[in-house]
Nanobody
Framework: QVQLVESGGGLVQTGGSLRLSCAAS????????VGWFRQAPGKEREFVVGMDWSGVSTNYADSVKGRFTISRDSAKNTMYLQMNSLRPGDTADYYC??????????????????WGQGTQVIVSS
């Protein structure tokens, strides 16, 4: 079992920045890939960014490329999502997810094994 707790969400103006954190506990000695997803009201949960088990390979949704950055502190078992140049369209609940194993990150949410509870991001215009 892996428990994930997100934090760092809030209200920010257009053009502002936020850094989300995702603290992992439990079975964290096993290798795992990480994904960040978001879900806006009335919409499907969508992939934002992923990082493979090694922390070397990442892939970003086109909508956030150049603005968002994923990172990982393995010593702290914490993942981060730095979000810059935020837009109202980024307003959503943001979720981190873990996929166990020596695996790549994937855009498919059903392939992730554990999820956090989400943190809300609101970008005002």
């Amino acid at each position: 079992q892996v428990q994930l707790v997100e934090s760092g969400g809030g209200l920010v103006q257009t053009g502002g920045s936020l850094r989300l954190s995702c603290a992992a506990s439990g079975r964290t000695r096993s290798p795992y890939a990480v994904g960040w997803f978001r879900q806006a009201p009335g919409k499907e949960r969508e992939f934002v960014v992923g990082m493979d088990w090694s922390g070397v390979s990442t892939n970003y949704a086109d909508s956030v490329k150049g603005r968002f950055t994923i990172s990982r502190d393995s010593a702290k078992n914490t993942m981060y999502l730095q979000m810059n140049s935020l837009r109202p369209g980024d307003t959503a609940d943001y979720y981190c997810a873990v996929r166990l194993g020596i695996v790549a990150a994937t855009t498919q949410r059903h392939q992730y094994d554990y999820w956090g509870q989400g943190t809300q991001v609101i970008v005002s215009s």
